[in-house]
């Protein structure tokens, strides 16, 4: 596996005015979150594309609820682990610095990362498909089924985006106007096939950003990314801070 950080790639990082990183389910895979993709990543069997999506929701909504609560119990009981707290150290080293994620775990937020851009929602947010209020999911009751609204007594869902659907306007604006105007573009630990986020790095690396990859597996994004560092997050963005802080 090539873990080697190379003195370009630090070079890149300390003449970079600007810097965005797209971050998957692998950086939170260290903190014990599972991932989508791979044998290890599927739930009860079923793929994402069969369990994120707003037919699959109303076809069977305490199924999806109940994946949902098994996510987010999993998520309060993990910590952000070093791949997280680089970053977010990062963000201060760097002039500009935003993370796109399309995790919606809140643990970049919880590692410190103030620029975050949330691509898919976050799982810590509920909405009334009636009113289209904002729910906090401790408030959440499942005693009955699946959880209504307490204004109005609609369904909820979890505010996150599934297939098929628009992602929120203001971040996707924020992430393309990042990926075309930063330096340096690093992919991290997503397996870069859900659109539209995965156009991201291609639009990076179009305007002629230095593209650095950190996946223990290959990716589309390998093709054309200039530095491909085979390993984890966790182990390796803090071997870059290590390094930059020289
Ligand atoms: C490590 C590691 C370690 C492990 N360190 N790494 C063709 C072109 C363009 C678009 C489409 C198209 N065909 C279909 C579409 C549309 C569709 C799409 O992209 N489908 C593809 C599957 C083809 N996209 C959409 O529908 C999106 N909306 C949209 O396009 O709107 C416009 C539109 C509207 C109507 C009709 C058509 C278009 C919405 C996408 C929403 C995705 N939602 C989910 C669920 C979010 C909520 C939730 O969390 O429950 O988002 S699905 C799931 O996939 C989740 C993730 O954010 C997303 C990406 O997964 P990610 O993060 O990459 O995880 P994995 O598991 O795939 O990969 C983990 C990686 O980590 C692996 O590579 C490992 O190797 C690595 N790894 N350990 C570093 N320690
Ligand atoms: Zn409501």
Redesign the pocket.
């Known amino acids: 596996m090539d873990t080697h950080i190379s003195e370009e790639l630090i070079e890149k990082l300390r003449r970079a005015k600007s810097v965005a990183a797209l971050t ?4 939170s ?2 903190s014990g979150v599972p ?4 044998d290890e ?1 599927l739930w009860k069997k079923f793929s ?2 069969e369990l ?1 999506n707003f037919d699959a929701f109303m076809r069977n909504p305490d199924m999806v609820w109940e994946w ?1 609560n098994y ?1 987010r119990k999993i998520i309060e009981e993990v910590q952000p682990n070093p ?1 997280h707290l680089a970053l977010s150290k990062l963000e201060e080293m760097i002039p500009s610095f935003v993370v796109i994620t ?3 775990d809140n643990l970049h937020q919880r590692a410190g990362s103030k620029n975050v851009v949330e ?3 976050n ?1 810590l947010r509920n909405r009334c498909l009636s009113c289209g209020r904002i729910i906090e999911s401790e408030t959440l009751d499942f005693s009955e089924g699946v959880p209504r609204c307490p204004y109005c007594g609609g369904m909820l869902r ?1 505010d ?8 929120p306007e203001e971040a996707l604006q924020k992430a393309y106007r990042a990926a075309e105007t930063c330096d340096v573009f690093m992919v ?11 156009s991201l790095p291609e639009i990076a690396f179009r305007q002629g950003a230095f593209i650095v990859e ?4 290959v ?1 589309p994004v390998t093709d054309f990314a200039h530095v491909s560092l085979r ?4 182990e390796i963005l803090p071997k870059i801070i290590e390094a930059f802080s020289k």
């Open positions: 998957g389910a692998g950086i895979a260290e991932t989508f993709r791979g990543g994402p594309e994120a949902y996510r791949g399309q995790n919606v691509l898919h929602g799982i979890p996150v985006v599934w297939f098929g659907e628009m992602l991290l630990g997503t397996s870069a096939v859900v659109y539209p986020a995965a950190i996946n223990p597996e990716t390993g984890k997050t966790g």
